[in-house]
């Protein structure tokens, strides 16, 4: 999946379109990110225990990841990404590229987890 949790996103299709947002959660299995402040749903939550209030809250839900759009932290457009290998510290690294005619610039992400 091209998206990585920490990433800048814009909203190309659906309701939310034209929104951007950090990326809080990636699930690569679903194909679907959760992004923050992007297609909110309510939900009803019913209190649980003594200290636990119900009500209803808004939370975002996940996206599709086709839905959305990496923005490049250079240029600050929405991009496509290609991979390229880069050497760091002795070690071949795959890091994800802008592909925006002038940019070309790296993109690394806060999650290194992966």
């Known amino acids: 999946m ?3 949790k920490g990433d800048t996103v814009v909203v190309i ?3 939310s379109k034209g929104e951007k947002g950090k990326v ?3 699930l690569p299995a679903q194909n679907r990110v959760v992004v923050e402040g992007v297609n909110l ?3 009803h939550k019913k209190p649980r225990g003594q200290y636990d209030t119900g009500g209803i809250v808004k939370q975002e839900a996940p ?3 086709s839905n959305v759009m990496l923005v490049c932290p250079e240029c600050g457009k929405p991009t496509r ?3 390229k290998q880069i050497m760091v510290d002795g070690k071949s690294v795959k890091v994800r590229v802008c592909k925006k ?3 070309g610039a790296n993109i690394f992400t806060e999650d290194t987890s992966k």
């Open 2 to 4: 091209h998206i990585k």
């Open 13 to 15: 299709t659906g309701k």
């Open 24 to 26: 809080i959660k990636a």
């Open 41 to 43: 749903v309510t939900k």
């Open 63 to 65: 996206i599709h990841v």
């Open 81 to 83: 990404t290609g991979n």
């Open 101 to 103: 005619k002038d940019c």
